[in-house]
């Protein structure tokens, strides 16, 4: 390593965690290790702009890609925080596009499409349906092909009761991203979460490894790319 390298990732290592379990330092290193900057990201379920973003600290390098957020209130704060990111208000599809349900939870992290996984959390927790919004979905991609001209760094997923069924409907025939960060554990008021099989056996048919496991998050990396 060089002097000035040696410099860097001292510089990066007292840099802020935005993620919710440091998952964006982990990353940080990887693209060091590689020596990639301007990082381009596609980030799914987006949420808060800046709070628990595995792609916020990027942006804040100089970074940028496209953020997937289907609450129209944080689509506003991410286009006001985050201006040179694309922001698309809309949830994503496993198939055609169209509209669904979105079921706005009165907190914002546990809102989901998936209606079972709302009317158990309004029926069993404190966490209750707010709002149910008609919202478009785009396929994941159409959402690649029409935004990104070159592969793209890093895709993050985090879209509460989706995240396998989005995993496996991605073309990795066409779209292979360097790495991805995806929650791979279900929700649990009890800490008594269980990891999602097919979304570790998808990744592993289509040649991506495990780089790092955080609990909540995985992060996959592409093993044509190593």
């Known amino acids: 390593m ?18 919710q379990a440091g998952e964006d330092k982990i990353l940080q290193h990887l693209f060091f290790s590689r020596k990639l900057n301007n990082i381009t990201y596609l980030d799914i379920g987006t949420n808060h702009p800046t709070i628990g ?26 286009r006001s925080k985050r201006p040179r990111d694309i922001c698309i208000n809309a949830g994503v599809s496993m198939g055609e596009e ?9 907190i914002h992290t546990l809102s989901t499409f998936s209606k079972e996984e709302a009317e158990t959390l309004d029926r069993t927790t404190e966490y209750k349906i707010k709002e149910v919004l008609k919202t478009p979905l785009k ?3 159409n959402i690649i092909r029409d935004n990104f001209k070159s592969p793209i760094h890093l895709v993050s997923i985090d879209v509460e009761g989706w995240n396998q ?3 496996e409907s991605i073309d990795f025939s066409k779209n292979r991203p360097l ?8 929700f649990s008021l009890e800490n008594k979460g269980v990891k999602l099989q097919g979304i570790f056996d998808k ?16 992060i996959f990396i592409d093993n044509r790319a190593v």
């Open 53 to 78: 973003s595995n792609t916020y600290l990027f942006y804040r390098a100089g970074g940028s890609g496209v953020c997937v957020e289907p609450n129209p209130a944080l689509c506003s704060m991410i």
């Open 98 to 106: 169209g509209m669904a349900d979105f079921y706005s939870m009165n």
């Open 179 to 186: 790495c991805f960060c995806v929650e791979t554990i279900t």
């Open 139 to 141: 396929n994941i991609n």
């Open 165 to 167: 069924e989005i995993v």
């Open 203 to 218: 990744f592993r048919e289509n040649d991506y490894s495990v780089y790092a496991e955080t609990h909540l998050n995985t």
């Open 2 to 19: 060089s002097f000035f390298d040696r410099v860097l990732f001292k510089l990066f290592r007292f840099t802020p965690t935005f993620s």
